[in-house]
């Protein structure tokens, strides 16, 4: 079929009517080829006409020409349980020039489900009045694929939600950076998100959306909260939604499951990137040995045409837990000390040793050697090897984040900033310069360090500090692996931080490659300072600074030995012994630089 011309009236309207068809099957999809080509041939619109309702629904739409080509238009239609048919419109604003052109339509999957003669098996369900048999996932889960509803007829209200009066038992989380928004018919913006909702297929139902226009901006989150749930002990509970991710800008759409109240949990699904405009169902199986809940977080793209659409989540199995989940507390790692030290005779300018009460020098602390019987002067120091195994940061801090927590918990999120990573945990987008295994275990699941330059902006830096280091010694040097694989990777630097002065000890900037690095910082004799790693930001995501197996080799300082020196040992100005072999290399060996001496 094809439009043919017959004045330059404005506004004609060309329309081509379907036959009326009673129902669909929920797997329903209708597809045609068109052909929209010429200077001035304008848009065209598919409309659906359903009984009972005044309001056409917008099934599909060209906007202009699209070349001298047939393309295929494919399009969701899914359970319609009224009797309806199609509109196909062309508009004419007086001007047409050009040639449109419709062929092939065809329908698939648009039947019930045959009736079955016998519906054997745990997995299956009868359906009572049209007698098919189906899957039991199928069950509950706001879709009429019985036909005669009989899948949908004793379901728990509070297990499911298809957001047509608000959003039932789910709620917005207000840690996030904005909220879900329900809407019905389409997205204002074009070429993106959802033309319908799931659950009725028309304009007139209701669905989420995430909105990506301004004031938006690339990652922000927003985050939906599911009811808490009892332990699925013997069975499983099964979490079955729908999404919509239509858009040349959409992000990402994640779901996590946590335990614990005040931190995002474990992910268990994630799904990156345009998937066409229809809706997708996704089945997740949930166990858990504690209460849960659920958080679905979707995050905004590079750009406005990245809207996501969600409806329809229920589910199957579960049971609603009436208490609170537990929070955990997120002190520094190495700050707690205990409210009451041991009896002592210690001066301010003496630390206490936990356990006996002994007194050592403040000197003495943190300086690589353990001078207490319970090693407490070494316990809230940088640990000699670190790994980041069990995600422990070993003492190491970050200054930037800890004056910006408190009531800035949004912003850190945003922050260019250290965090602890595994391969195991890459998004797609990560795997072409995050590592995909760590250094210690060379495997996926093992931990490192890097500072994710998917958050910040060009030129950002992240450090991340040791705590004071009281006295190293002659032969102390930092031991670190380092990955620096991406197209634009800004630079890694060490510092030496005494007092409020900074001075850089190594720094490399740049792609490395795709492998870790060793390197290797002499510190030397020092008192009273921090070590800090520096992350520079390149200009784009594609640039993640990875370190691993920090290790402090020889640095606890020199001991002044009670007998004399040996004969192949010189004996230093403020009496220590060193190696004759160690004088006039141009390192402090002896602490006072006597070992240096011209005199020698």
Aim: charged content about 20%; aromatic content about 10%.
């Amino acid at each position: 079929m094809f439009i043919l011309k017959t004045s330059n009236n404005i506004s004609q309207i060309a329309r081509l009517r379907s036959p009326k068809f009673r129902q669909t099957g929920s797997n329903c999809t209708l597809s045609f080829w068109y052909y929209n080509y010429g200077e001035s041939v304008g848009a065209a619109e598919l409309q659906l006409l359903v009984d009972g309702l005044k309001k056409p629904t917008v099934l599909w739409r060209t906007y202009y020409g699209e070349g001298n080509q047939w393309l295929k238009a494919v399009i969701q239609l899914g359970r319609l349980p009224h009797a309806f048919q199609f509109s196909l419109e062309k508009i004419s604003l007086g001007i047409y020039e050009g040639v449109s052109a419709i062929d092939d339509i065809r329908f698939e999957n648009c039947a019930l489900p045959p009736p079955a003669l016998s519906c054997e098996g745990p997995n299956r369900f009868w359906c009572r009045d049209t007698k098919a048999c189906i899957d039991s996932l199928l069950v509950c889960d706001l879709v009429d694929d019985c036909g005669d509803g009989s899948d949908e007829d004793r379901c728990d209200p509070d297990l499911q939600c298809n957001f047509e009066n608000g959003l039932c038992n789910w709620e917005q989380d207000v840690q996030d950076d904005f909220d879900w928004i329900r809407i019905r018919g389409p997205t204002p913006t074009v070429n993106t998100g959802p033309l319908k909702d799931h659950t009725t297929g028309t304009a007139r139902g209701h669905y989420l959306y995430l909105e990506s226009s301004q004031p938006r901006q690339f990652r922000d989150k927003a985050v939906l909260l599911s009811p808490l749930f009892n332990p699925s002990k013997n069975g499983t509970c099964v979490f079955r939604f729908h999404y919509h991710m239509f858009g040349k800008e959409v992000y990402r759409l994640s779901v996590f499951q946590r335990t614990v109240s005040n931190i995002k949990g474990w992910l268990l699904w994630y799904k990156f990137g345009n998937q066409e405009n229809r809706w997708i169902r996704q089945t997740l199986f949930i166990r858990s040995s504690k209460p849960f809940q659920i958080l679905v977080e979707g995050t905004v793209g590079d750009g406005f045409t990245g809207d996501i659409g969600l409806d329809d989540v229920s589910f199957l199995g579960c049971t609603l837990y009436n208490g609170n989940l537990p929070t955990i507390s997120t002190t520094t790692l190495g700050t707690s000390v205990p409210a009451t030290l041991p009896m002592n005779n210690c001066t301010e300018k003496e630390f206490v040793c936990r356990a006996s009460g002994h007194c050592i020098q403040m000197i003495q602390k943190c300086d690589f050697r353990p001078d207490c019987s319970d090693e407490s002067d070494e316990s809230a120091c940088v640990m000699e090897v670190c790994d980041f195994k069990d995600k422990n940061l070993c003492g190491w801090h970050q200054p930037a984040l800890e004056q910006m927590s408190g009531n800035n918990s949004i912003r850190i999120t945003k922050t260019f900033m250290w965090q602890l990573g595994r391969g195991a945990k890459l998004y797609p987008e990560q795997e072409g310069h995050c590592p995909l295994t760590d250094h210690t275990t060379g495997t996926e699941e093992g931990w490192y360090l890097f500072a994710d330059s998917s958050n910040g902006e060009f030129g950002d830096t992240a450090d991340i500090a040791t705590p004071v280091i009281s006295l190293t010694g002659p032969r102390c040097k930092i031991i670190f692996w380092n990955h620096m694989n991406g197209s634009t990777i800004g630079s890694l630097e060490v510092l030496y931080k005494s007092s409020d002065k900074a001075s850089k000890l190594w720094t490399q900037s740049g792609s490395q490659g795709p492998q870790w690095n060793r390197a290797e910082v002499f510190l030397g004799v020092r008192s009273n300072f921090q070590v800090i790693f520096r992350a520079k930001r390149g200009v784009s995501y594609m640039g993640d600074v990875a370190v691993d197996d920090i290790t402090f080799e020889d640095c606890s300082p020199l001991l002044i030995s009670d007998k004399p020196c040996a004969s192949e040992e010189f004996m230093c100005a403020n009496k220590y012994c060193i190696p004759k072999n160690n004088l006039c290399d141009f390192v402090n060996d002896c602490e006072d630089n006597s070992d240096e001496s011209p005199s020698i």
